[in-house]
C-alpha cells in the first residue's frame, strides 16, 4: 500500500534508519507526543501504523481495532515523512508503542526490541508463504507476521508501445531502447522514481547476483552489476527518464496521467491504473541485465512486530494473533478492498476472486516465478551504502567499481557487526 500520495515520501524505501534503532536517541523529543491512550484510554494497547494512501486504509484498520473485545486498542496513525523518526525515537521511551508495523531487521532482533512470535505463528506456519517465513526467522524463532505482500514491476500503456513499434523488453538494453522510441515532446519513455532507489535490488537480482548469500556474504559486487550500473548512468543521461515527477514511484500519476510510457510501480496501484487505462496497460518485471541475468520482482511488503520492551507484551501477543492469525476474513479485507497485494497466507490468497485473472494473475504469476524478498541480514546502513552508489555512479557519473569498492566497505563493517 502506497504512503500518502501528497508526500515526497518513498513508501518502499521509507524507513532508511541509517543511523540505526541505538543512534535515535537524539530523536526522543520529536517522538514524545505519541497521543498513547488516545481512542481507547489510558490502558488502551497502542499500535503504530505509517499513513497509506489508498483511500479506506485508515478507517479499516480502526475498525478492526475496534472489532477487539479484550482489550482497547488506540492506533496512531503517522502522517508525512516521519514514521521512522517517531517508531525509533519512541521506542526508546516510555510512551512506546505496544506493537507496530516495520520490515524484518535483524538489529531490532539483537536489541531485544521486538518479541519472539514463534509460539503465534507455529500452528499456521505452513499456510503462510513460506519465503515470508524465511524473511522473518533467525535462530529457528519467527518475529513479526507479515501483512501484505507487494510486489513490484513495470507498467506499461500497451496503446504507446504498439504506436512506437516497441515489444515489451526483455532485457535492461531493450528497456533503454523502448524508452528512446517511446519519449516525444510531451512523454517520457520510463519512470523509475525520483530517486531511483526503487530498483537498486531489483536491478542486481536481475543481474543475477543478491544483496547477501548463504554465509551472509556481499553477493551484489559483480561484473554483470556493475554492467547495470552503467547502464543506468547511460539511461539517466539519455533524457528519456522522467526526472521530477510530482509524485515518487509508489504513486501511479506519472502513467495514468500521460507523463510517461512506463513505470515502474506496485501491485497495490494496479486497480487506480486499471480504472484510469482499462485494457491499456500491460505489466513486466524488471528485464534480465547480462547473459547471466534473470527477470526479478522485488516483494515489498509490511509487517506486524511486538515491543518486547513494553508493559503488555502478552496481550499485545494475543492481538496480533487474534488480527493476523485467526481473523483472515479482515486479513483478505486488508490485502484486496485497498489496492491489490497478495495475501501472505497461502489459502487466501489461493481463494481471492480478485487475483484469479486478469492483470492481477498475471502480477500474482510474476511474483511467484521472479519473486524476491527481503533479507533480514540487509540492514538500512547497507540499503544507505547501495543506495550511495546509484547516487555516485549513476547520478554523478563516478566510477561503478569505485563506487562498489566504498559500499563494500559499510557492508563489510557491519555484517562483522552482526556476525562476527
Not at 527481503?374 to 540499503?383: C, F, S, V, Y
Amino acid at each position: 500500500m502506497s504512503a500518502l500520495s501528497n508526500s515526497n515520501w518513498d513508501r518502499r524505501t521509507v524507513l532508511r534508519a541509517a543511523m540505526g534503532l541505538a543512534a535515535a536517541g537524539g530523536l526522543a523529543a520529536c517522538g514524545s507526543n505519541t497521543g498513547r491512550g488516545s481512542g481507547g484510554g489510558g490502558d488502551a494497547l497502542v499500535q503504530y501504523f505509517h499513513a497509506y494512501g489508498e483511500a479506506g486504509t485508515e478507517q479499516a484498520i480502526k475498525r478492526y481495532a475496534k472489532a477487539y473485545k479484550d482489550a482497547d486498542v488506540a492506533t496512531q496513525w503517522i502522517t508525512g515523512s516521519n514514521f521512522e523518526s517517531k517508531l525509533f525515537a519512541s521506542l526508546l521511551t516510555k510512551e512506546a508503542p505496544d506493537l507496530f508495523e516495520f520490515h524484518p531487521q535483524i538489529q531490532l532482533i539483537k536489541s531485544g526490541q521486538v518479541a519472539d512470535l514463534t509460539d503465534i505463528v507455529e500452528p499456521v506456519k505452513d499456510d503462510f508463504n513460506q519465503a515470508d517465513i524465511a524473511s522473518h526467522t533467525v535462530d529457528g524463532k519467527i518475529y513479526g507476521v507479515r501483512m501484505i505482500d507487494d510486489p513490484q514491476f513495470f507498467f506499461y500503456r500497451k496503446s504507446m508501445l504498439e504506436k512506437a513499434n516497441v515489444g515489451v523488453p526483455q532485457t535492461l538494453d531493450e528497456l533503454l531502447e523502448a524508452a528512446a522510441k517511446l519519449t516525444t515532446d510531451k512523454v517520457k519513455g520510463v519512470y523509475l522514481g525520483n530517486t531511483l532507489q526503487a530498483v537498486i535490488r531489483p536491478m542486481i537480482w536481475a543481474a543475477g547476483a543478491d544483496t547477501l548469500n548463504d554465509k551472509n556474504e556481499p553477493a551484489y559486487h559483480t561484473d554483470a552489476v556493475v554492467d547495470g550500473i552503467k547502464q543506468m548512468r547511460k539511461l539517466f543521461t539519455s533524457g528519456d527518464l522522467l526526472l521530477g515527477a510530482p509524485a515518487d514511484y509508489w504513486d501511479p500519476s506519472a502513467l495514468v496521467q500521460g507523463l510517461t510510457a512506463m513505470q515502474f510501480c506496485g501491485m497495490w496501484a494496479m486497480p487506480v491504473m486499471q480504472e484510469a487505462l482499462g485494457d491499456d496497460l500491460g505489466i513486466f518485471p524488471f528485464p534480465k541485465v547480462g547473459d547471466a541475468g534473470k527477470p526479478s520482482v522485488y516483494n515489498g511488503g509490511w509487517s506486524m512486530f511486538v515491543n518486547a520492551k513494553g508493559d503488555r507484551v502478552d496481550e499485545a501477543k494475543e492481538y496480533v494473533k487474534w488480527l493476523w492469525i485467526d481473523n483472515k476474513e479482515y486479513q483478505e479485507d486488508w490485502a484486496l478492498s485497498y489496492g491489490f497485494h497478495i495475501p501472505p497466507r497461502t489459502s487466501i490468497a489461493e481463494s481471492a476472486d480478485k487475483l484469479k485473472s486478469g492483470l492481477p494473475a498475471e502480477g500474482v504469476k510474476l511474483f511467484s516465478e521472479y519473486g524476491h524478498f527481503d533479507n533480514i541480514g540487509w540492514t538500512q546502513a547497507m540499503i544507505k551504502a547501495t543506495e550511495d552508489v546509484f547516487a555516485d555512479a549513476v547520478r554523478k557519473d563516478a566510477d561503478p567499481e569505485a563506487a562498489l569498492d566504498k559500499c563494500d566497505k559499510v557492508v563489510n563493517a557491519e555484517l562483522k557487526k552482526l556476525f562476527g
